[in-house]
């Protein structure tokens, strides 16, 4: 298979760009004096559906010819990308079919729902939501969509990074979330092309560190058990993410639990933005001294702030 | 005394640039299907100190003589005023005096003394806060920076409207909460100029409904006891202000305390951005039917981020 190359991210942003929000990039006196680095935070957390998803999942869908398209797309997930590929499938005025477990959040099923889109329940396992998935996509004859691996999805993910390096110039450090590796797959191959010099750096939970460990074995490791606050970091990298991640990144490092908690509240607190905590894992890793900012200048992929407000962690790990 | 023009706020405008942020301008999809409206955010809590005060502050401070500044500036304020005088005089040097009331919130002392501000405590009333204010300004030489009843103050508030329309184009309607009045009042000046053919209207909470009952009584009315959780509206609408207010203003409207709540909750959800329960006082006008927004479009501004995140009242009120 071949791997994506920036052309194709410049391809995917044309195509996209009537369809997300053109998110701002934000900057922060009080955090940059904290760190000693110049920071600008990209608000994929004010993407449409709240989150940086929303902008492979349209590149998916949207790529798709109106035969592939007639019959609808499908995927299963809890998260994110379920609302995203519900709100781009209903833009493109086709069907989406979505496998969630049972114990998905409320909050998370009404969005779904609220897109337009057809839920299917199943037990939360891996194997009762890709044997559910599988009867759906037979049923139906949708498209699955799987939410990172898959190129139409990376090369979506690439154009955050680009608007990045569009609006504010070039990185000496460009660092964003890993979790399943589209984010980082796709940031990876926009830096490498727009910002030639500069380092790309992922952040991971600790207890959720298959990227970590692959990247330094050189092999994909998957995650056994990973748990972490950060739930939208908790999916193994993906086979395709980890092919361009092993040959574009510079380095994948790992961070605390608390950590997480307090650069999620430090940017509530400062920035005034809603950020979830796979968004505050970058930040994490430069406040626990695991990425060295000082003096340089850093942009930072802030992924999603889809974070219940009824249930917020700040009382419980600092 | 001569009322400030439009000129004015340009000059103000040309003069702060490059001290403030050009905060973004944001939109919903949700919220516009729940309203019916086409509504444009303008994120004033992603301002430096976290709300439009910074504007009116800075344009204060930078537009004093070298001469009127040496002695610094000084104000009483327990709230976002005084961080954004202290912030405006350490950008350009000079010491800013702050007398505050010993109730005020922790964090908004920190917030003050972190920008380097020299803090007078005072009892917490208005005459216990003029006396220190009048005593520190004696022994100090400093002038005093009036949050809202100053002509400068006033001009930089009104260079929001102007970013608003700069960059989203003209409305049927501007929207913004109404205090003291320096928003409204450079919002209402700005929106004649460039806005002529729309609608200026504020929105205040039922508490604290002074402003709305100077407007329809066309003399100006002191707040007496006023009482609502969105505390950056309890003052009393300044002279200067209501002068410009009762010209330039079409409607002013009062909203709920619950009202508030849920605006500021929709706010946070939907759109992922932390505002103070002042910035949900437009959207919940909106939201209560007090405006009609359907098949408009309307500018609306949110004044501020600061909100406790141990305190947040979404339990309180729903």
Request: glycine content about 8%.
């Given at each position: 298979?071949?791997?994506?190359?920036?052309?194709?991210?410049?391809?995917?942003?044309?195509?996209?760009?009537?369809?997300?929000?053109?998110?701002?990039?934000?900057?922060?006196?009080?955090?940059?004096?904290?760190?000693?680095?110049?920071?600008?935070?990209?608000?994929?957390n004010l993407q449409k559906v709240g989150a940086f998803k929303f902008r492979g999942a349209c590149?998916?869908?949207?790529?798709?010819?109106?035969?592939?398209?007639?019959?609808?797309?499908?995927?299963?997930?809890?998260?994110?990308?379920?609302?995203?590929?519900?709100?781009?499938?209903?833009?493109?005025?086709?069907?989406?079919?979505?496998?969630?477990?049972?114990?998905?959040?409320?909050?998370?099923?009404?969005?779904?729902?609220?897109?337009?889109?057809?839920?299917?329940?199943?037990?939360?396992?891996l194997e009762a939501r890709e044997t559910t998935l599988a009867r759906v996509a037979e049923k139906?004859?949708?498209?699955?969509?799987?939410?990172?691996?898959?190129?139409?999805?990376?090369?979506?993910?690439?154009?955050?990074?680009?608007?990045?390096?569009?609006?504010?110039?070039?990185?000496?450090?460009?660092?964003?979330?890993?979790?399943?590796?589209?984010?980082?797959?796709?940031?990876?191959?926009?830096?490498?092309?727009?910002?030639?010099?500069?380092?790309?750096?992922?952040?991971?939970?600790?207890?959720?560190?298959?990227?970590?460990?692959?990247?330094?074995?050189?092999?994909?490791?998957?995650?056994?058990?990973?748990?972490?606050?950060?739930?939208?970091?908790?999916?193994?990298?993906?086979?395709?993410?980890?092919?361009?991640?092993?040959?574009?990144?510079?380095?994948?490092?790992?961070?605390?639990?608390?950590?997480?908690?307090?650069?999620?509240?430090?940017?509530?607190?400062?920035?005034?933005?809603?950020?979830?905590?796979?968004?505050?894992?970058?930040?994490?890793?430069?406040?626990?001294?695991?990425?060295?900012?000082?003096?340089?200048?850093?942009g930072i992929i802030l992924s999603g702030g889809n974070v219940d407000l009824e249930k917020l962690?700040?009382?419980?790990?600092?």
């Amino acid at each position: 298979m071949k791997l994506p190359e920036f052309t194709d991210i410049e391809k995917a942003h044309e195509l996209i760009k009537p369809f997300i929000h053109r998110t701002p990039v934000l900057t922060s006196i009080s955090i940059n004096e904290m760190t000693g680095g110049d920071l600008y935070f990209k608000c994929e957390n004010l993407q449409k559906v709240g989150a940086f998803k929303f902008r492979g999942a349209c590149n998916a869908v949207f790529s798709l010819t109106d035969e592939q398209a007639a019959h609808g797309v499908c995927t299963h997930s809890s998260g994110n990308h379920a609302a995203a590929l519900a709100l781009a499938a209903r833009m493109r005025g086709i069907p989406a079919y979505i496998v969630m477990p049972e114990t998905a959040p409320e909050i998370k099923k009404k969005a779904v729902e609220g897109y337009g889109a057809e839920i299917t329940f199943c037990q939360p396992t891996l194997e009762a939501r890709e044997t559910t998935l599988a009867r759906v996509a037979e049923k139906t004859g949708a498209i699955e969509i799987h939410p990172y691996n898959n190129i139409q999805v990376i090369c979506g993910q690439g154009t955050a990074a680009k608007e990045l390096i569009e609006d504010a110039g070039r990185f000496d450090i460009l660092l964003c979330p890993i979790g399943g590796g589209g984010l980082l797959s796709g940031t990876a191959i926009t830096g490498r092309a727009m910002n030639p010099k500069g380092l790309v750096i992922a952040a991971e939970p600790e207890g959720a560190d298959d990227a970590c460990r692959s990247f330094h074995a050189n092999k994909l490791i998957p995650s056994i058990n990973p748990k972490t606050i950060a739930d939208g970091l908790l999916t193994s990298v993906g086979e395709i993410n980890f092919r361009i991640i092993r040959r574009k990144t510079d380095e994948i490092v790992t961070v605390s639990e608390r950590g997480i908690v307090r650069a999620m509240r430090l940017v509530w607190e400062r920035m005034k933005i809603i950020i979830e905590p796979s968004s505050a894992v970058p930040l994490a890793a430069i406040l626990e001294n695991k990425v060295d900012v000082r003096g340089k200048k850093v942009g930072i992929i802030l992924s999603g702030g889809n974070v219940d407000l009824e249930k917020l962690p700040f009382h419980e790990l600092l």
